[in-house]
């Protein structure tokens, strides 16, 4: 798998670079201070709070990009012939594609934590821990979902395929929502739905209600993440 890693790297040195100097870019505006009397102002503070968010998501699509690439790159039929005769083989590809992914989104979280932090030591604001471990995980979840696609169909295919099954996946939710017969709807499902709401608003994203659904949605994608790679092991291009 080094093997593989070094091949990414040196076939996408220029993309490296670019995600790189792209997240010291958009990290600029954590390192700025304003000024007390400004922060006063609540339309400000509340700007302020939603540009940090809205930078803190943009570097997960910025490293999501940087993945695309490198299975982009991967694609070509020479690099795909000489895997096939190594001892990792396809099967070790896949494995090293769904590490490398994971490992990404987690060292982006990281990063997306420790700016938050330094932001919040000079301005006092900052992106909630939760929304940051939110991020990690929705975004391992979408990597789950187009993994699969894109190791056996390209990036290009297999993006149109992630896409048709999302809306087919919606579709048949709302087709599912209109006339199937729903427990979750039921009148005592909704109220432990609102309470669950009320609950989580009062106590915060810090409190135990957000932390055991951000845990449970963890364990879930975990699980998917895993069923993602056996899916693509079966679906694997035989070269």
């Known amino acids: 798998m080094w093997g593989i890693l070094k091949n990414d790297y040196y076939t996408n040195t220029k993309m490296f670079r670019t995600t790189i100097l792209l ?23 509340l700007l302020l709070n939603a540009g940090y968010f809205f930078l803190s998501f943009i570097m997960f699509i910025i490293m999501g990009t940087l993945i695309n690439s490198i299975i982009k790159e991967n694609e070509q039929t020479i690099w795909q012939m000489y895997l096939a005769t190594t001892i990792t083989g396809r099967k070790g590809y896949i494995a090293q594609k769904y590490i ?10 990281a ?19 939760s929304f940051i471990l939110l991020f990690v995980i929705f975004f391992v979840f979408q990597a789950a979902l187009e993994l699969p696609c894109m190791l056996r169909f390209g ?53 135990p209600t957000a932390k055991k659904g951000i845990l449970i949605a963890g364990i879930a994608t975990t699980v998917f993440y895993g069923a993602s790679y056996a899916l693509s092991l079966v679906t694997r291009k035989k070269l």
């Open 23 to 45: 997240l010291l870019g958009i990290s600029i505006p954590f390192y700025l201070k304003v000024s007390a009397s400004v922060l006063e102002d609540s339309v400000i503070l």
């Open 100 to 109: 490398l992914s994971m490992v990404f989104y987690f060292i982006t979280g």
């Open 111 to 129: 990063y997306a934590w420790f700016v938050n932090e330094v932001a919040y030591q000079i301005n006092g604001v900052c992106v909630s821990k």
């Open 155 to 207: 990036t290009v295919y297999g993006g149109y395929i992630k896409i048709i099954l999302m809306f087919a996946v919606i579709f048949g939710i709302i087709i599912y929502g209109l006339y199937g017969n729903i427990k979750l709807f039921s009148m005592e499902n909704q109220d432990k739905i609102f309470d669950w709401t009320l609950r989580l608003i009062g106590e915060g994203l810090n409190g």
